[in-house]
């Protein structure tokens, strides 16, 4: 009796829009037209000259001599200590600004302090600082007249920091904006059904930034595998042990072994398409997500 | 059915009459929360300190060590004057390229649609993530005036790209490219076409509404876009390396200057021009963050 | 065994929400809330959640001391506005959600979560995200998601404020038939007088941070305790001093020489009613009468008439200034 006297609502109901409908109003796309058809030709043309083609003609010449001369490149010994060391630490440097990054990302946007603004801009200083100043920097406090005692200079460890620094900003600040937009009332929900803030946090708020977090870390190592310049000074490029794939590229141009350079150009291309690939899906999943 | 609908079992979820003492109160919750709070707070702070904040101040102590002696020693130089005038002036023809070329790209891809905008909206973001290195190893493989694609054509024709002036300019503003599109993009999503909709329906044709409607609506963005530009395009090191041929007086810009003073013992002068260098990176930061308003990260 | 709220007060800042509330909502009743906006309701609602915790004061449910316990413990069910629904999990983890919490065994909250998702006529989209649903069927999602656990209390925070009007009407009766099946101490939050009319066995109306009147819905609409009462329940014209119910008006011809003399100076056909605007010598007064009768008065613009109080009419002393002739409060 009591089920079926309760009728269901009526199923005229409209079925939910899946696109939070955009503040002004319609993002309809047109067709081109004469005027932006030439600005579309232009750009492109602009875009291929200065960015496609080069790329291209790097994968290009990588592969000149065929594929035993491109794997004879990437495997040479050196070479490939270079990419390991280069590849290792780049991903543990992502794990631990995964971590890092969402724990930054969470105090800025939960918390309130003085000086929170200052963190705001030390987050972002190694995104727009030079590169070889990253490096003279870090060698200040870490290197030997460093005032604390630990010197990192030409030695693995410095490869570590160093990516550490250039790639700070990039999970904090894909996280940074999702987790300010979240819905507080569905982590009041949460509590009022019984979760702990601990059990809200795992169950509720950290699904939904499992995409921008992803998002960052995949920045962040694309970021880490191509780092040349604070490197430069840093880590002495000592072969075997502290040198970077990207300084044994510049080693193979400077011996002007153009196809050597550009094959193992090549490796670090590839990876730096699969990044752009794998975030583009995920931005994609984010904005589906609101 | 009926009977599991009403509640009448005795309630086993239901607290007894008196709260047991184990089950926190709101006061010690709160109390542990705030231990929490404190605690990632300091962890952050730490972190952030070590990593960049006291990194930082101790290159500006090492720079001002002298007080002003050394940068000034650096201004006195013929040679770093030309290596920062090279600097700035790649670094404002990138911005300026960027911005024109920015602005169009975005709005032809938030406003119109064409086949590849796909391909090409996942594109843009490439010089984000391409190391350096490459994006100097590619340009030197199209325009070298030897055995480039397009080098020797160039050569022909007059133009001396490689190792020259132009090179530094292509190399700044191929590293820098997404930034300005990548702060104009989402402006342009957020205001929709409902405003420039009006303007055409009140006569205005394409260009007036691009001068009047799009662009305000966009100028901050392009603004942030800019400094951000600016800051990249000043410090590029690797890229500029490869491009440049590093010559004394001709090609070397301010960030190879660091690096060859250093490695020549120069290091009060590597530390001058570092800082100086990180001085204008740090200003372009702040003057963004300032310029944005508060709830925008 | 109830909700009882003793001396509650709670401020933001300089902001007084609460000013030494108190209040009895009786066990297995469905109660309003309601208020303009501002007033105070949510917050107080929020309070006994323990959502929110008072300054000074205290809250007990059903016998047991809550004023200091978290909202985690207090095994209450709230609803929001906006759903909070759990965008990352299905319609079926939502609702198996404070189960899952409760480490209930795997068969237990399966049973649990079908029978709810019947209850609220969901079952065929237990799979699917709650972005897929319509704004209605999320509110559904929400109240299956807070019964699950049983709750001592089920509180509602003006749960049909996102929904159109049609879809809210529907879903205010269902609430009414869902209480009278589960019987599960409800409260709920409205600024809609309407809403609360009909659904609410007593309504706790709260304006300023303080509590106009408590009673049922006859009592508050017959017997309003003052101006803000008899304001926010009804439509009120403001006749000399005293407030009163528009067809509570008898338009008597000039001639009979009773009551307050005016002048038509408005007529306004709406369907069965007619509503007219009488202008007297310091006012203008709004009436309200059936079709039948204004023919009987063949009245028109212009014509003078007589404004007399109906015998054993609703009224009330004016507090405030009535703006219009006819307050209409609508939702």
Redo the contacts between chains.
């Keep these: ?3 079926t006297a309760l009728p269901p609502p009526a199923a005229t109901e409209p079925e939910a829009r899946r696109r939070r409908p ?12 004469w ?2 058809g030439v ?2 030709g ?3 043309m ?2 291929s000259l ?6 291209a ?2 994968v290009v ?1 990588g592969s000149k001599e065929g594929w035993s001369g491109f794997w004879n490149a990437v495997t040479q010994e050196q070479t490939l200590a270079a990419i390991r060391l280069t590849v290792g630490t780049a991903f543990l440097v992502t794990i631990v600004n995964v971590f ?1 990054g969402t ?2 990302a ?2 800025l946007v939960r ?1 309130d ?1 003085f000086g929170k ?1 200052a ?8 995104f ?6 990253a490096g ?3 060698l ?3 290197g030997p007249q ?2 604390v005692g630990i010197n990192i200079a030409n030695k693995p460890s410095a490869v570590f ?1 160093a990516y ?2 250039v790639t ?1 900003p990039f999970v904090v ?1 894909t996280v ?2 999702v987790l ?1 937009e979240l819905d507080r009332e569905v982590e009041e929900a949460s509590r009022s059904l019984g979760a702990s ?1 601990f059990t809200t946090f795992r169950r509720v708020v950290l699904p939904s930034l499992i995409p921008a977090i992803a998002a960052g870390a995949t ?1 962040s190592f ?2 880490g ?5 604070s490197l ?2 840093l880590s002495g490029n000592i072969p075997f042990q502290t040198e970077v ?2 300084v044994r ?2 080693s193979s ?1 400077e011996n002007n072994n ?1 196809v050597g ?2 094959a193992v ?1 090549t490796i ?2 590839v990876i ?2 699969v ?3 794998l ?2 899906i995920l931005q994609r999943r984010l904005v589906r997500r609101g | ?2 009977d ?4 009448d079992r005795p ?1 086993p ?7 047991p003492p184990r ?5 010690q ?1 709160e109390r542990r ?1 705030r231990v929490v ?1 404190y605690a ?2 300091i ?3 730490v ?10 101040s ?2 500006a ?2 720079a001002l060590g002298n007080g002003l002696d050394d940068i000034k020693e650096l201004f006195a130089d013929p040679q770093m004057m030309h290596a920062f005038k090279l600097t700035l002036f790649a670094a404002l023809i990138s911005v300026a390229i960027n911005t024109v ?1 920015g602005i ?2 975005s ?2 891809l ?5 086949p590849g905008k796909r391909l ?24 070298n005036s030897r ?1 480039g ?1 397009f080098g020797p054509a160039l050569e022909g024709a007059g133009f001396r790209v490689m190792y020259a002036f132009p090179a530094i300019v ?1 190399a700044t ?2 590293v820098a ?1 997404p930034l300005v599109i990548r702060e104009v993009v989402p402006v342009l ?7 420039e ?1 009006a303007a055409r329906s009140l006569g205005a044709n ?2 007036q509404r691009f001068r009047r409607i799009t662009l305000p609506s966009i100028k901050w963005a392009v603004i942030y876009g800019m400094v ?1 530009t600016l ?2 395009s ?5 890229a500029v ?2 491009v440049s041929g590093n010559v004394l007086g001709v090609t070397r810009t301010a ?1 190879l200057a ?2 060859e003073k ?2 020549n013992f120069d290091k009060p002068g ?2 001058a021009t ?1 800082f100086l ?2 001085l204008v ?2 200003a ?3 003057v963004v ?1 300032l310029l944005r308003p508060k709830d925008q ?1 | 065994m109830s909700i009882e709220v003793s001396h509650i007060t709670k401020r933001f800042g300089d902001f007084v929400a609460l000013d030494d509330v108190s209040v009895t909502i009786p066990s297995g009743g469905l109660t309003a809330l309601l208020g303009p906006s501002g007033g105070g309701k949510s917050t107080l609602l929020r309070i006994i959640a ?1 959502l929110e ?1 008072a300054d000074e004061g205290t809250v007990t449910i ?9 909202a985690q ?1 207090r ?1 209450v069910g709230f609803v929001f506005q906006h759903y909070a629904a759990f965008k990352h999990m299905s319609v079926y983890r939502n609702v198996a959600f404070g189960l899952e919490i ?1 480490k209930r065994p795997k068969d237990e909250i399966d049973a649990r979560v079908r ?1 709810l998702l019947q ?1 609220v006529h969901l079952e065929q989209f237990a799979e699917r995200k709650p972005a897929q649903l319509s704004g209605g069927q999320r509110q559904r999602m929400a109240l299956a998601r807070a019964l699950a ?4 209390v089920l509180l509602l925070d003006e749960p049909f404020g996102a929904l159109d009007a049609k879809v809210r009407k529907e879903l205010r009766d269902w609430l009414r038939r869902l209480h009278d ?4 101490t409800t409260v709920f939050v409205t600024h809609d007088q309407e809403e609360a009319l009909e659904v609410a066995d007593e309504i706790v109306v709260i304006n300023d941070g303080r509590i106009e009147q408590i009673g049922t819905p006859d009592q508050l609409y017959d017997e309003p305790a003052g101006d803000f009462v008899m304001r926010f329940l009804g439509p009120v014209t403001q006749l000399g001093g005293q407030l009163v119910r528009p067809h509570d008006l008898e338009l008597r011809p000039d001639a009979d020489g009773v009551g307050i003399r005016g002048e038509v100076t408005r007529i306004v056909r709406v369907g069965f009613e007619v509503r007219l605007d009488v202008t007297t010598a310091d006012q203008v007064v709004g009436a309200s009468v059936t079709r039948a009768q204004f023919l009987n008065l063949g009245l028109d613009v212009g014509s003078p008439v007589r404004l007399v109080v109906a015998p054993n009419a609703t009224t009330v002393d004016v507090e405030h200034e009535v703006a219009d002739p006819l307050e209409l409060v609508d939702a």
């Excluded at chain 1, 200065?50 to 790329?55: E, F, G, K, S």
């Excluded at chain 2, 599991?4 to 509640?7: A, F, G, M, Q, T």
């Excluded at chain 2, 089950?23 to 006061?27: L, Y």
């Design positions: 009796m009591a089920v955009r503040r002004g109003g319609g993002g309809r796309e047109s067709q081109l037209t005027a932006s600005g579309l232009v750009s492109v602009w875009f200065l960015v496609l083609i080069p790329l003609a790097v010449t890092m724990l930054i969470w105090v918390d302090f603004r963190l705001e801009v030390l987050i972002d200083v190694p727009a600082l030079p590169t070889v100043v003279l920097v870090l200040s406090l870490y460093g005032p920091v550490l620094f700070l600040r940074q904006p300010a803030s920045l694309a970021r595998v191509s780092e040349y310049g430069v000074l794939t990207s590229i510049l141009i153009a350079a550009a150009a670090l291309l730096s398409l990044v752009i690939v975030v583009d | 059915m009926a599991v609908l009403v509640d309630t979820a239901v607290p007894p009459r008196a709260a089950r926190p109160s709101a006061r919750l929360s709070r990632l707070r962890v952050v702070v972190y952030l300190i070590m990593l960049v904040g006291w990194p930082l101790l290159v102590q090492r070329f169009t790209i709005i032809l938030v406003r119109y649609e064409f090409l909206n996942a594109f843009v973001d490439l010089p984000l993530a391409v190391s350096p290195i490459v994006v100097g190893l590619s340009l030197v493989l199209v325009y055995s694609w292509m503003t191929f490219l999503q957020e205001v929709g076409t409902d405003q909709q394409a260009f951000l800051a990249r000043l410090g590029e090191f690797g390396k490869v960030t660091v690096e250093y490695l590597a530390y570092a260098l990180a990176s740090v372009c930061i702040i963050s990260g | 323990g915790y059903e016998g047991v001391d809550a004023t200091d316990l978290p413990h095994n409760r029978e209850l656990v049983e709750p001592t099946e589960v019987n599960v």
